[in-house]
């Protein structure tokens, strides 16, 4: 299954409101992750099974989908956001992740 | 508090073989999926392979670029998890993380490791 991200990359400012979206190349259901990643660090799981915030995320996070669209939203942009943000199918192994969205000041 | 910590990187030459070692804590490791995720300098996330847990017979499955030159193990009494890499090419540069997935079976990687660099060069 691939999975395809868009915007590769996205500038926005604090505050702001921001959407990234992923497509699978079949229908996955719900079947679908988020992680966050800074730099030099390990991803960080945000959202799974596409809406459900991971404990300790701030709900300034959501995500929406089902099938093969889905819709990260990061409300109210804060300086800690930016970041690059990974999706990931759990539909079913080989285990597929976008190519990543940068997400810059 | 579940740690997850990576060793045996380094530098290899083309063709050589290396092992890593991923020890975990902080959880009953026998009861969890265990998964090995790379990231080449700059790239994206790479899926490599996970290996099921004692219920599910340790059961493996590979991504289909290295599955023929990569083997997953696990050593539940040790609360280890392996990666056995053989036959390296340039291409196997990354840093390699140890993951813990979120609940049993669901795919879904909740605990990584701090990772570790493997670089194959001559």
């Known amino acids: 299954i691939q999975m395809t991200q868009s915007p590769s990359s996205l500038s926005a400012s604090v505050g702001d409101r921001v959407n990234i979206t992923c497509r699978a190349s079949?229908?996955?259901?719900?079947?679908l992750n988020w992680y966050q990643q800074k730099p030099g660090k390990a991803p960080k799981l945000l959202i799974y099974t596409t809406s459900n915030l991971q404990g300790g995320v701030p709900s300034r996070f959501s995500g929406r989908g089902s099938g093969t669209g889905f819709t990260l939203t990061i409300s109210d942009l804060q300086p800690e956001d930016f970041a690059t943000y990974f999706c990931q199918q759990s539909f079913g192994p080989p285990l597929t992740f976008g190519q990543g969205t940068k997400l810059e000041i | 508090e579940v740690q997850l910590v990576e060793s045996g990187g380094g530098l290899v030459q083309p063709g050589g073989s290396l092992r890593l070692t991923c020890v975990a804590s902080g959880f009953t490791f026998s009861n969890h999926y265990m998964d090995w995720v790379r990231q080449a300098p700059g790239k994206g996330l790479e899926w490599l392979g996970l290996s099921r847990n004692k219920a599910s017979n340790y059961v493996t499955e590979y991504a289909a670029s290295v599955k023929d030159r990569f083997t997953i193990s696990r050593d539940d009494s040790k609360a280890s998890l392996y990666l056995q890499m053989n036959n390296l090419k340039a291409e196997d540069t990354a840093i390699y993380y140890c993951v813990r997935q979120k609940g049993f079976g669901d795919l879904i990687f909740e605990y990584w490791g701090q990772g570790i660099l493997v670089t194959v060069s001559s």
């Open positions: 079949q229908t996955i259901t719900r079947h």
